[in-house]
């Protein structure tokens, strides 16, 4: 899985100061619920790039960012040093590394490093303060639905939460987020991209067999891919 990750370091987000709306609305939400970030130790765990993780460093005291990809977490660190931002730490390994630690604030985007009841707990004691954010329907894609049906599972984790949560009797305000975006690669760039997430649901396609299936959707040399996203916002 290790590996997986690594490769889509490549192509992955990086890091903007400018939030999208996406985010904003995400931010705000967290707002709305009182969540203080100022002064505050956070982990955000499976933080990828530091999409996330360094908008938090500009608000926190510290951040440890833990991910099972060494690549990706490289490119954070590079991010940080673009930015001058210095209150962050990376960690290569996954929650079980860190679960006699204790922060204030426990942090996940759409990630799927918690699949748990064992995973949520060390989740919830983890931290006085929890953030938790992924999937709610299967992501959609009109490429990716050239070759798969849509990841059905991509919504468990956000159930498994939701049980534990409700089995626990822990209180949760939650908000769900809706998006719709296009993105335009060259047909290479995106062969590559399709690949990477053909790859990770167990699909054997080819890279000519993708590029073949695609490319009459094309319009030159680049092609327009349009995702939908449905998530849910949980904080507790």
Known sequence: MQDIWNKKSKTYPRFSPIMRPFEAE???FLNECGV???SKSVVDIGAGTGVYSLHLAKMCKS???LDISDAMLEILILSAKEHNISNIQTLNGTINDIKNSKFDIGFLTMSPALKSYEDFEIFYNLANKHIYMNWLKPRRSNL???FMDCKAD???PMAILEQFLISKNIKFK???INENRSVTRSIDDMVENLAW???ISRQNYTKD???NKIKNLANGDEITENITTCVKVMVF
């Open 174 to 176: 939650s908000k769900i």
């Open 36 to 38: 203080e970030f100022n």
């Open 63 to 65: 951040v440890l960012a």
């Open 144 to 146: 990716l639905e050239l």
């Open 197 to 199: 997430h053909l790859e």
């Open 209 to 211: 067999e993708i590029k």
């Open 154 to 156: 991509m919504a468990t």
């Open 26 to 28: 995400f931010f705000a």
